[in-house]
């Protein structure tokens, strides 16, 4: 799904490129409850900000090894993990469309993976679309189902599932709008459709997987989760009884498995042994919009990416004549550069909050 330079016209671009900026904007303002803790609004986090900012980072590091892996979906045709859902879920959705952003700037201006003329046409498709589209399915899912772990598994699956064909429509519309090449929308709005389904039912089962296996250890972390968190009980007359919410101080926290230290150190783990080794063994066949695009003709005003020519393009590390080596040095390298990007990113976000929420008269006081 990453959009290269050439498919979309300028003024689209522009277009797409001010609703990115527009959407990061209200994102960094979502992001600072979502990071920073509170309970109030709707978009407010219970979660604190000491604990969901490095795992931000983390999501973001993650997405970008598991986007390393291409899997099979049909006849000459790969597909590769979007994100949003997974970010969503995991860390909510205003910091999601950052995880996400994070993950595409890395790889357009390191790995020219996606056009740089094309980032808010990426930003707006990989991180906006699927994060907004996949968070509203996931909670109108979760308000329908028992509040249980596998209904937040179930519901991570259908929303994921979602979200990646979601994202194909929305390239197909702007490809109606601004697309550089006369084509038959309607025949492309098909075929794009119909490989992202399948491709999202790789994107529903890695998301249901990590949701999965991040509950099973630590429910207090998922930010789609936060539902789950036993209220306190009194037993009267021999039954329990939830205490009401205004005379709760706070939820009873689910018993975690493992520490945040050792959540954050097997989840970097586990992204680098994606990226640096298991991506060698990756699908070599064209992800669903190159092989659309090559059949229909959109790619043929395709142009070469300004950082063609950079050390790390095409996630290889130049002048190194091993393809595996090289492949996994990339994937290792990537995964660093991101995790240490977002959790800079997150920890500024946060850290602003913290300082918003320090006013002069609290501090007489």
Known sequence: MHVPDGFIDAPTSVATGAVAAAAVALSLRGA???????????????????????????????????????????????????GGALAAILVGPYTGVLCVSVVLLMQGILFADGGLTALGVNITNMAVVTTVVAYGVFRALVKLLPRTRRSVTVASFVAALVSVPASALAFTLMYAVGGTTDVSIGKVAGAMVGVHVLIGIGEAAITALTVGAVIAVRPDLVYG??????????????????????????????????????????????SLVLAGVVSFYASADPDGLEKVAADNGIDRKAEEHAYADSPL?????????????????????????????????????????????VSPASTSV
């Open 32 to 82: 600072r409850r979502e990071l920073g803790g509170g309970t109030s609004g709707a978009g407010a986090a219970d979660l604190g900000g000491e604990r969901t900012a490095p795992l931000a980072g983390l999501v973001a590091a993650f997405i970008f090894a598991v986007q390393m892996l291409n899997f099979p979906v049909a006849a000459g045709t790969s597909g590769h993990l979007l």
């Open 225 to 270: 989760a936060r539902d789950l968190r036993q209220r306190l009980q009194l037993r009267v007359n021999g039954a329990l009884v939830d205490v009401p919410a205004s005379e709760a101080a706070s939820p009873a926290p689910v018993a975690a498995r493992a520490s945040r230290r050792t959540l954050w150190i097997s989840g970097l783990a586990t």
């Open 313 to 357: 393009a095409d996630y290889g590390v130049q002048d190194v004549d091993d393809a595996r080596l090289s492949g996994g040095l990339a994937g290792v390298i990537g995964v660093g550069v991101t995790v240490v990007a977002g959790s800079a990113v997150f920890w500024a976000v946060r850290r602003r909050r913290a300082n918003e929420d």
